[in-house]
């Protein structure tokens, strides 16, 4: 069992930047691959970005490419999302997920665990 704690979240102007952060508990953290999802209101949750097990490998949607950079701290068993250029559009809920499978993982149903999220909302 693997339990996901976001914290970051909060309100911010367009432009501007935030960084999220995902604190899991237990020792086996290197071991899944982590995404970002977001869940804007009255919409579906819809992927952001993931990364692999080392963090050489990541996945970003094309809505936040350029904008975003996901990254982890294995020893700290934290994953990051930092995000710059912030837009309206941008306003969700943020969701940490972990995943077991093999590959890369940007399915939402192929995550296994799932944080409580944490609000970002971008005024213009």
């Known amino acids: 069992q693997v339990q996901l704690v976001e914290s970051g979240g909060g309100l911010v102007q367009a432009g501007g930047s935030l960084r999220l952060s995902c604190a899991t508990s237990?020792?086996?953290?290197?071991?899944?691959?982590m995404g970002w999802f977001r869940q804007a209101q009255g919409k579906e949750r819809e992927f952001v970005a993931a990364?692999?097990?080392?963090?050489?490998?990541?996945s970003y949607a094309d809505s936040v490419k350029g904008r975003f950079t996901i990254s982890r701290d294995n020893a700290k068993n934290t994953v990051y999302l930092q995000m710059n250029s912030l837009k309206p559009e941008d306003t969700a809920v943020y969701y940490c997920?972990?995943?077991?499978?093999?590959?890369?993982?940007?399915?939402?149903?192929?995550?296994?665990?799932w944080g409580q999220g944490t609000q970002v909302t971008v005024s213009s």
């Open positions: 990364i692999s097990r080392s963090g050489g490998s990541t």
């Open positions: 997920a972990a995943s077991a499978r093999p590959g890369v993982v940007t399915g939402r149903s192929e995550y296994d665990y």
């Open positions: 237990g020792r086996t953290f290197g071991t899944y691959f």
